[in-house]
C-alpha cells in the first residue's frame, strides 16, 4: 500500500515540477522576445542622424532664445553667461589666454598674420 500511496504523491510532484519548468519556459521565452524587439528598435535608428538632429534642436532654440530676448529688450549674451558658473569661466579664460600665447609665440610668417588676428578676434569674441 505504500507503493501506491506514493505514486500519487509522486505524480503530483513531477506535475507541479512539470507545470513550473513551463512556466518559467514562457516566461524566458517572453522576456526573450521582447528584448529581440527592443534590439530591432535600436538597430533601426541612426545614431548619427540622431546626432544631427539634436545639434539643429540646439542651435534653433539658441536663436530663439536670443529673438526672444531681442523683443523683450534683454541683453542676451549676459543672460547666456547666468548659466556658467564661476569654474567654468575660469577654465574658458585659462584656455583663451594659453590659445593667445601660442599663437604669438608661433613663427608665423607674413602670409599667416591675418589668419592670426583673425583666430584672436574669433576667441576674444
Known amino acids: 500500500?505504500?507503493?501506491?500511496?506514493?505514486?500519487?504523491?509522486?505524480?503530483?510532484?513531477r506535475e507541479e515540477r512539470f507545470k513550473s519548468l513551463r512556466k518559467?519556459?514562457?516566461?524566458?521565452?517572453?522576456?526573450?522576445?521582447s528584448e529581440v524587439y527592443e534590439e530591432?528598435?535600436?538597430?533601426?535608428?541612426?545614431?548619427?542622424?540622431?546626432?544631427r538632429l539634436q545639434r539643429q534642436r540646439e542651435a534653433a532654440e539658441f536663436e530663439l532664445a536670443e529673438l526672444e530676448s531681442k523683443e523683450t529688450g534683454e541683453d542676451f549674451e549676459r543672460k547666456r553667461v547666468w548659466d556658467w558658473?564661476?569654474?567654468?569661466?575660469?577654465?574658458?579664460?585659462?584656455?583663451?589666454?594659453?590659445v593667445e600665447k601660442?599663437?604669438?609665440s608661433s613663427v608665423f610668417s607674413g602670409?599667416?598674420?591675418i589668419s592670426?588676428?583673425?583666430l584672436v578676434q574669433i576667441l576674444g569674441s
Open 1 to 13: 500500500m505504500s507503493k501506491s500511496s506514493s505514486s500519487p504523491d509522486l505524480k503530483l510532484s
Open 24 to 33: 518559467r519556459a514562457n516566461e524566458s521565452l517572453k522576456a526573450n522576445r
Open 40 to 51: 530591432h528598435k535600436r538597430s533601426k535608428v541612426d545614431e548619427k542622424l540622431q546626432a
Open 85 to 98: 558658473t564661476i569654474e567654468e569661466s575660469e577654465k574658458w579664460d585659462q584656455k583663451k589666454n594659453k
Open 102 to 104: 601660442s599663437i604669438e
Open 111 to 113: 602670409k599667416f598674420a
Open 116 to 118: 592670426r588676428i583673425v
